[in-house]
Structures are given as structure tokens and as C-alpha cells.
């Protein structure tokens, strides 16, 4: 039990600042936006750039995951996240470039990483329930973005913000240092790279009816969080509010994904199908961006938060149950590689929502289009969840 708990503690924190370094640039968005004179549909520009390097390490990490051991790819995610968030303190178009490609590529290891760990340490019944838990690490990070993240900037500047947080994740790097005989000590250092790798992982997904299934779940539901992420603090600006204001929504609503997340692993662990729970969470999703859309200047400030509350009790809820069903039906030491090849569909999602809610934003100025469109993928997982599950 101790070894658990010593690994879910380490996991979830290693979590806690991928979610803090992905998500700080959408929660300080408007201040970038304003000091580089850039117009905000770019913003969507920069995660979908950060997807497509995700979409590549999560596709291709399985084998370095197998050779170098869960806890040191771990240890290099969050070097590489670390190295992107202070390269963006420059300011030019290139460095933004480079930012996305090393912050998306390094956090997206994270997740892999950590199911391939904690696949191989917990029991399998109560994966859902272990899964949730670390999970949360999601939410719990993108509640302290939103909360310290404009303060920071407000007291000092942007770069400032990035900085400090790039420092931090290195230095948790150092942290972890100390557990790695512990935890990898089912690394294989002679396994190979080869660039069959990525088409392996994803026939492996592809040609599973379960895990395809769970694929699409992952492009729809990710689409979904992204553009919340990405899009909702800088939303909240254009009807009225100030950045401390529209970070404090944020985080209060984010904050309830973090027990939404261990409720619903712990009932796909105990008394619903996860399969039932996921198309729940579905259509709860799809329904509360369509609330989203809707909400106007001169709403009461208790009614956006009831309603970002409901998107964050879905669209940033999933993960758990998701995650362990794809660990689940994963073959016996190719968790972390089947995972990342799940994932990598929820990363063309992650891709795929915000240039298309750029360019709908681009063409209608309107964010409400670009909330709905970019949720129906979820309507569609849910209803066909439920036929599968009725059939």
C-alpha cells in the first residue's frame, strides 16, 4: 500500500505542473494578447501547434517509456515543458514556435508515463478509482494557474509568470530524482526506437474495437476541454470582465473537477459501467458548451460560474475512467504505449478544435459558434454509447 500511495503522490504532482505549464498561456492569454499587439484567434494557433507536438511524442514514446523507465520520461517531460515556457518569455514568433512544440511534446509524456507506472503498481479493480485520483492533478492544476497565474502577471509582468513556473517544474525534476531505482526498475535498456513505432502503437489502437472506441471518445471529449481551456478566460474579457476576474471564475469552476473526477472513478469502479459514465459525461459536456454560448455581458456572475461549473464537472472530468478503461484492455506491459496511442486521438482532437474555432471566430467574431461546433463530437460519442451499451 505504501509503495502505491508513494507513486500516486509522486504521479500526481509530476501532473500538477504538465496542467500548470499547458494551461498558463490560455489563462494569461489577454495579457500576451495586449504586449504583443497579436490578435486572439492566434492563441488557438499556438495549442494547435502544442497538440500536433503532443499528437507525435505520445504516438512515438511507448518504447522510451519501456527503455528509460516511467519515472525518468517523467523527469523529461517536465525539462522539456520547463525549457518551452521560458522560451516563450521572448516574445517572437519563432520562440512562440518553439515554446508550443517543446511544452506540447514534453507534457504529453506525462500521461503515458504515469499510466504505464501506475498500471504496473495497482490493482485492477480499482484502476478507475487510482486513475481519477491522479488524475485530478488536472484540474488541481489548472485551478492554481488560474488563480496564481493573473495575479503574477498583474503584480509583475507575463514572462515573469512563465519564468517561474518553468523553474518550478525543473526543479521538481530534481525531486522525482530519488525515486527512480524504486519505480523503474522494469526498464529494459535494450529496447530499441524505431520509427515503426508510431505506426505500430496506432494499428494496436485502430485494430481494437475497444480501444478504437475509446479513441474517438478521447478526440471528442479532449476537443471539448481544450476549447474551454483555451478560450474561456479570454471569452469572459470580451463581456465585461478583468483578467483577475475572469482567472477567479476559472479556477472556482476548474476546482470542481478535482472531486468530479474521484466520484466518477469511483463509481465506474463500483456501481456504473464505465462505458455508462462516459456517455453521461458526454452529453453533459456537449449540453453545458451549449450553455456556454449563450452566456452574454450583463449575466449575473453566479450564472457563467454554475455553468462553467457544469463543463468542468464533464469536460474535465473524464480522464480517469477513460484512462483506465484503455489501460485495462491494454496488453501486459504496453500500458504506457497503448495509453499514449488513445491519447494521441484526443491530441488531433486537442489539434483539430481550436484552429477550427480560430478560423469560426475569424469569420463570424462570434464565440458562441465556435462552442457549439466544436462540442458536437461529444453529442455524437454519447449517443452512440448508449446504443452500444443498450445493444
Known sequence: MNHILLALVAMFLQQTFAAIGRALPA???????????????????????????????????????????????????????????????????????????????????STPSS?????????????????????????????????????????????????????????????LQPLRKKF???????????????????????????????????FAFNAAQTIFTVYFVVYLTTIGYTLVAAGFVFSIAVAVAVPGRIIWGLLGSTYVHPRTMMAALAIGMAISMALLSICSEGWPTIIVGVVATLISATAL??????????????PEGARGAVTGGVLSFGQVGALTAPTIFSLLLGMTNNYGIGFIVCSLPALFVGIALIRQRKR
Open 27 to 109: 489563462v494569461i492569454a489577454p495579457a500576451i494578447i495586449a504586449d504583443l499587439m497579436i490578435d486572439s484567434a492566434w492563441i488557438g494557433v499556438y495549442f494547435s501547434i502544442a497538440a500536433s507536438a503532443a499528437l507525435s511524442t505520445q504516438l512515438g514514446c511507448g518504447s522510451f517509456i519501456i527503455r528509460f523507465g516511467a519515472m525518468r520520461m517523467s523527469q523529461l517531460a517536465l525539462v522539456l515543458l520547463g525549457l518551452g515556457m521560458a522560451l516563450a518569455t521572448i516574445g517572437h514568433p519563432v520562440a512562440l514556435v518553439l515554446s508550443a512544440i517543446l511544452s506540447g511534446g514534453g507534457a504529453a509524456v
Open 317 to 330: 472530468s473524464w480522464h480517469g475512467v477513460l484512462l483506465a478503461e484503455a489501460a485495462r484492455a491494454a
Open 184 to 218: 523503474d526498475d522494469d526498464r529494459d535498456p535494450s529496447r530499441q526506437f524505431h520509427f515503426s513505432d508510431f505506426g505500430n502503437t496506432l494499428r494496436a489502437v485502430v485494430g481494437t474495437r475497444e480501444l478504437r472506441n475509446l479513441s474517438f471518445a478521447c
Open 115 to 175: 499510466s504505464h507506472l501506475l498500471g504496473r503498481c495497482s490493482p485492477p479493480r480499482y484502476l478507475p478509482l487510482i486513475f481519477s485520483i491522479k488524475q485530478t492533478a488536472v484540474p488541481a492544476g489548472l485551478l492554481l494557474a488560474g488563480m496564481l497565474g493573473p495575479q503574477l502577471t498583474e503584480w509583475s509582468s507575463w514572462r515573469y509568470t512563465m519564468l517561474i513556473s518553468a523553474l518550478a517544474c525543473i526543479a521538481f525534476t530534481l525531486m
